[in-house]
């Protein structure tokens, strides 16, 4: 690791010109992802500005919204007795990544930042489109039982490695964006890109800006939502896949709907067409599998990952199945 | 002596130091001008070194010196280019990817390792092959015999059984990776006197292959090893790593720390070999074991040759007439692979005792009657009975303990919801080793008891084991003897493997205390004392210090008269989740069957061990390579999996606990290998029981049990 | 150079930072032999003596006052520093947690925090946990349930079941486990030390 320089700030405005003034420096939140990649030398900033100290870490009410700062640790989502009652499938998708101690540093907004885990990204000597555009995508034809099965491209076919951002696409969040020059708001959808030809991008934000906060209309999905990781082993490993889903379900009807998941796409996938399919509709099994068939649609395998295309309709089929019976 | 406290007199006696942050582990030791040594190692996994530059390196700040084969210091047994071991920095040659090529030293280790990413290498690559089941299936890949071959009776005979099966099982290359970094502090000082601190399982090996390297005389050796991080085997050996800091020190003449990362664990540290089996076995009706072949294939490096015990215990463990083994061992591309907890027993284990299971499955017999049916009575392969074994009762015991009863014959029984739940058994076996080792002891009229030996604890509880047996024999309290080790200038022990530290070790301090105490008894009656006098009496009334004794202790006659080995029972009940593929161990009970029970606490946490790595090589673990690079692609703690504490249930254990009459004076046989041997076998064939699928590639993984 | 709130004078790349702002203050402040570097234009030797950024941390209640790296981790700045060796280097990534830590109570994995980052702030490592001779109440539990074998992932552990305890997940075995998962034990001690934990939470063991 090069020793870079160092800088501490404690306002959003004053970060966002120290970045402004130089194109290779980075913003250094939580460090959980940034640091562990300086490390690998997979990126090399040579100016670091830290964050934590500009105010930014609010969770709290505000009418129907609820609003949480960029710098928020994952533990105090998690843990935040508004969240944890209203809004349990992003307590649940947090408190299904990474370990305790990580959460505790891990902010939102470094959540939404983080890297993908392909470990051709990783390694500096093995090829990878992300890293280095132009020298190939590793994945593809080598080890890629992890990666995408949705929306990939011939660049690249690496994943989004948060569960957060599943529940978060799920709950139709809004997120905040900052520059010297002002606010911007987008929707979460939006936020994260697919690979395309420009894999290198993980996401819409533009290099002088950063997260400020997000904001989430408080649904009546609570009581039936439910997130669902699969993985290799029980707790602390990034996802095979996961489901993100949430039910308004009233006289046996599904009456609002929202599903998602992770570990399939380079970005959180959202799954409109099973949404559209289910609403209105009771939440029966049949109905469960009808729409998992539907997510499926445009999957593809790429060899070893062939697995997901079984997995994930099974894992939607029993991620609906948690969330209704959960009443 | 310092204060030490054992509440419970089974307790760990280094337990405090553990808990407090206080126990040193090698790269703990703070020496005068200490500087830190980064590796610099091959992004080829073939082929020459054709140019190393080093200047910017060099001029880095804070760097010392970059040592590599362009500037090594002298190393008089590696003057002779090629052969084995591998001799790093005298060659120019790449034998595997990540191969150390270098060893930037700076005086921090963050310039360090700045440094050593400056480093410009180029080479000439070669074709290379680090595909373990491709090149089994080469006809050209030269291959080694590993063992010779073995037959009883006539070969091949299960073919012509009554019932037969015949199937093959795939294990991958697993790493062992000890939490604590691999690595060595070495200070070379003037008139060749080198200091060491190392991660050692046996700090007499680490002292005389550094004799032997530079030819200096061994008494100019110290290596000192007090803690270690775990070893499961990997810290069995001197690695090329280690021997590069050696040099880099005497190069400087500045002490030099070497810590690796976590990524260097998986190329230069060996691995668990990859290997492909294929088990025939052959049974009458009635369920008899007529034939048993077992054929394996294990991997080795191309630059050195590795082989271990994989076909062992087909050879004895079930009574049958005709047996056939053979071993072959196959070169790749990669690192020299070394002995793993269980070793190569483990590998044998999870083809033969998967394959028990599915000989049982088609007599549609329980698979645990089926073993009992074909217990042998003797050793076969030696033709000589067993110093002690309790199969029979250790079934009973265990089956009754994990529920055995609740276990239908049919797989796929057992429904609850989307979980299937299944049971499955195993057994492993190692032999009871004892080797020779040699212990002081001094007996301090202060009332305190030191022992000496250079053996080694890299976990299991050396120093409480032994302290037990001494203070079972002499009456005095554990927190008034110490039990010094990791030394090498005490007296000699072998290195700590092949669950033979309590044997070999704990007869010598059996010895000593026998001889301790008939001292005190002669120094008793000459001073007119009381036979039965405290030794603190004693030495006082004759103005003794102290008394001294050293002890040579080895095993006699006893070990041609009677075959000798620990078994374990493993009970194993799962839940498989239908939908996701999902298995979760869901209870686990073992039993051990290995002779009296020394230190119970820690035999116990030995076998609770061994459970836990067997859930990791039956579920997680597997170290995968990218065939068209040779690079290690999971080779980091998120990506390879070992088990974190959800994954693991409640463990039961229990012991036998009835002494072996003959392996030694306490009557107990080692526990480290058996812990884990047959485990994963118990978890595939509780997989079977609760889904009728048979999976015989590990690790079993969600997508595995999918495909099914 | 600065740590604090600085928005201008800091936007230049590394080395030209360092011709052009502190180079001069710089040479007239340090001994000779960084003077004779300067002189042989040695950009990089002279550049390790001035890129270090003062520190000022509490690690288990003694205040300790330097200068490091930024690129110095909090996990072996306790180590090779301040020589505070029972915080373990076990991944180096934040995917064993031997190295956690406690900062201002909270457990952390001390391997991705820099130093610097922790400017202020209150450590607790195993170090600190005892009372004097008294040992921590988890410290006798993990003794008497021996919740380790080889010791080296134990400090991380310790330090991870105290924050566990304080936290309130301890409602049942699995959700121990599960807020325990980001301590690797590969002698496989996690019964044990879930038991410890148990006993801890209950409030049941006096040191």
């Known amino acids: 690791m090069i020793n870079f320089q160092y800088l501490r700030t404690t306002t959003a405005k004053s970060a966002l010109a120290l970045l402004s003034k130089d194109k290779n420096s980075k913003f250094l939140a939580g460090g959980t992802n940034l640091i562990d990649l300086m490390k690998r030398g997979v990126t090399a900033p040579e100016k670091l500005v830290d964050i934590n100290h500009v105010p930014l870490k609010q969770i709290e009410q505000i009418g129907d919204k609820i609003v949480i700062g960029a710098l928020a640790s994952n533990t105090a989502v998690a ?40 470990g051709y990204f990783y390694d500096t000597e093995m090829p990878c489109n992300k890293r280095q555009p132009g020298s190939g995508c590793g994945a593809l034809g080598g080890f890629n039982r992890m990666h995408a099965i949705f929306g990939t491209s011939d660049k690249c076919i690496a994943v989004h490695p948060s569960d957060m951002c599943v529940a978060l696409i799920a709950l139709d969040t809004i997120v905040v964006l900052a520059s010297v020059k002002g606010e911007r708001k987008i929707s979460f959808k939006d936020f994260h890109r697919l690979a395309g030809d420009t894999p290198q991008l993980d996401n819409n934000l533009k290099a002088d800006e950063m997260i400020i906060r997000l904001e989430i209309s408080v649904n009546n999905l609570a009581k039936n939502s439910y997130y669902l990781k699969v993985r290799d082993r029980a707790s602390y490993a990034f996802a095979l896949v996961s489901v993100a889903a949430g039910m308004e379900i009233s006289n046996n009807k599904i009456t609002a709907i929202r599903l998602a998941m992770g570990g399939v796409a380079h970005k959180p996938w959202r799954l409109t067409a099973s949404e559209d399919f289910l609403k209105g509709k009771e939440p029966s099994i049949e109905n469960f599998k009808q729409a998992a068939k539907l997510a499926m649609t445009g999957a593809k395998g790429f060899g070893e990952n062939d697995f997901k295309l079984q997995m994930a309709p099974n894992s939607i089929i029993e991620a609906l199945t948690v969330a209704k019976s959960k009443a | ?213 530079f030819k200096i005389p061994i008494e100019n050796i110290q290596v000192n090893s007090e803690f270690v991080g775990g070893g499961f085997g990997m810290a069995l050996r001197t690695w090329p790593l280690e021997i590069a800091t050696v040099m880099a020190s005497k190069h400087i003449a500045k002490p030099v720390k070497l810590v690796i990362t976590r990524m260097q664990m998986f190329t230069m540290v060996g691995n668990r070999p990859a290997a492909v089996q294929t088990i025939g076995l052959g049974a009458n009706k009635d369920g008899t074991l007529t034939g048993i072949t077992h054929r394996a294939f294990g991997e080795t490096s191309a630059y050195e040759n590795f082989t271990e015990g994989v076909v062992n215990m087909a050879k004895f463990m079930y009574q049958c007439d005709n047996v056939n083994t053979q071993y072959t061992v196959v070169p790749v591309d990669l690192g020299v692979p070394i002995w793993m907890r269980g070793p190569g027993e483990a590998t044998g284990a999870f083809a033969l005792e998967s394959a028990i299971d599915e000989m049982a499955h088609a007599l549609d017999m329980d ?181 001294e004794v050293t002890k040579q202790s080895q095993a006699g006659k006893e070990r041609e008269d009677y075959s000798m080995y620990s078994f374990s029972i493993h009970f194993v009940k799962v839940k498989v989740h239908s939908l996701t593929g999902v298995v979760k161990v869901d209870k686990i009970v073992s039993v051990g069957d290995s002779g009296s029970i020394v230190s119970p606490k820690t035999a116990r946490s030995q076998m609770v061990g061994g459970a836990v790595g067997g859930v990791g090589m039956a579920l997680h673990e597997e170290s995968i390579i990218d065939h068209r690079y040779g690079r290690y692609i999971n080779n980091n703690f998120a990506d390879y999996h070992v088990p974190v504490n959800a994954d693991i249930p409640e463990i039961e254990v229990h012991f036998i606990n009835k002494p072996d009459p003959y392996i030694n004076p306490m009557g107990a046989k080692g526990m480290g290998e058996i812990a884990l041997i047959g485990f994963s076998a118990a978890v595939a064939n509780a997989v079977f029981n609760a889904t009728g699928k048979r999976i015989r590639t590990l690790p079993i993984t969600p997508d595995k049990v999918l495909a099914g | 150079m600065q740590s604090s709130d600085q928005e201008s004078n800091h936007g230049d790349s590394r080395r030209d930072f360092l011709k052009k702002s502190s180079l001069i203050t710089a040479i007239a402040l340090t001994p000779s032999v960084a003077v004779k570097a300067a002189e042989n234009q040695a950009d990089e030797r002279f550049a390790e003596l001035f890129e270090k950024i003062p520190l000022n941390l509490t690690v288990n209640n003694k205040n300790y006052k330097s200068a490091v790296e930024p690129r110095v981790t909090l996990l072996d700045y306790l180590r090779e520093e301040l020589h505070l060796t029972g915080t373990k280097k076990g991944c180096d990534h934040g995917q064993c947690g031997a190295c956690t830590v406690h900062v201002d109570g909270e457990r952390v994995n001390s391997c991705l925090s820099l130093a610097v980052m922790n400017e202020g702030k209150k450590i607790t490592t195993i170090e600190g946990l005892a009372n004097g001779e008294e040992l921590h109440p988890m410290q006798a539990a993990f003794i008497k349930h021996d919740g380790f074998q080889c010791g080296y992932c134990t400090p991380g552990q310790i330090m991870s079941a105290v924050a566990c305890v304080n936290e309130g997940h301890t409602n049942s075995r699995a959700e121990i486990s599960e807020y325990m998962s980001g301590n690797i034990c590969r002698c496989g001690a996690y019964p044990n030390i879930v038991d410890a934990i148990v006993e801890v939470s209950k409030g049941g063991i006096k040191a």
């Open chain 2, 367 to 547: 698979p645990l009657e089926f073993r009992i049916k074909n217990d042998p009575e003797k050793d076969q392969q030696r033709n000589k009975p067993f110093s002690d074994k309790n199969i029979k009762e250790a079934y009973r015991v265990g089956a009754q303990k994990i529920g055995w009863n609740e276990r239908k014959n049919k797989p796929g029984s057992l429904i609850d919801g989307q979980w299937k739940y299944g049971f499955g058994v195993s057994i492993g076996v190692f032999n009871a080793n004892r080797g020779r080792a040699s212990v002081k002891g001094i007996l301090k009229a202060d009332g305190t008891l030191v022992l000496q030996s250079a053996t080694s604890d890299i976990g299991p509880g050396t120093g409480t084991g032994m302290t037990l047996i001494a203070s079972k024999l002499l009456g005095i309290p554990g927190d008034k003897i110490k039990f010094e080790l990791g030394d090498s200038s005490l007296p000699p022990a072998p290195s700590q493997g092949g669950s033979a530290t309590l044997s070999t070790v704990g007869s010598a301090v059996n010895d000593v205390c026998v001889s301790l105490k008939s001292t005190i008894a002669e120094l008793a009656a000459n001073s007119n004392m009381d036979a039965t006098s405290n030794f603190v009496d004693v030495l006082k009334k004759n103005n003794l210090p102290q008394i």
């Open chain 1, 79 to 118: 843990e935040n007795a508004i969240i944890k009652e209203k809004l349990p499938l992003l307590a649940m998708a947090l408190n299904a990544g990474a370990s305790a101690q990580l959460r505790n540093v891990a902010t939102v907004g470094g959540n939404m930042m983080q890297r993908t885990r392909c």
């Open chain 2, 1 to 213: 002596m310092e204060k030490r406290v054992l509440k419970d007199a089974n307790d760990r006696v280094d337990g405090i130091y553990k808990v407090t942050g206080k126990a040193k582990y090698f790269a703990e030791y703070e020496l005068p001008g200490l500087t830190y040594g980064v590796l610099v190692t091959s992004t080829i996994t073939k082929g020459k070194i054709t140019s190393l530059d080093t200047k910017a390196a060099e001029k880095a700040p804070g760097v010392v010196s970059v040592i590599s084969h362009l500037n090594k210091p002298s190393a008089p047994a590696y003057e002779q280019e090629g052969g084995s071991p591998f001799k790093i920095f005298y060659t120019d040659k790449i034998f595997f990817n990540g191969q150390p090529i270098a060893i930037v030293v700076a005086n921090t280790f963050e310039r360090a390792t700045y440094a050593a990413s400056l480093v410009k290498v180029t080479y000439a690559k070669e074709d290379f092959n680090t595909d373990f089941e491709k090149a089994v299936t080469d006809v050209k890949a030269k291959k080694l015999q590993g063992q010779p071959e073995y037959k009883r009776g006539v070969e091949n005979a299960y073919k012509t059984a009554e019932v037969k099966i015949e199937a093959k099982y795939h294990l991958p290359i697993e790493t062992h990776n000890p939490m604590e970094l691999h690595g060595i502090i070495a200070d070379w000082r003037p008139n060749n006197q080198v200091t060491v601190y190392a991660k050692t399982q046996g700090v007499k090996a680490t002292q005389g292959t550094i004799a032997n390297v």
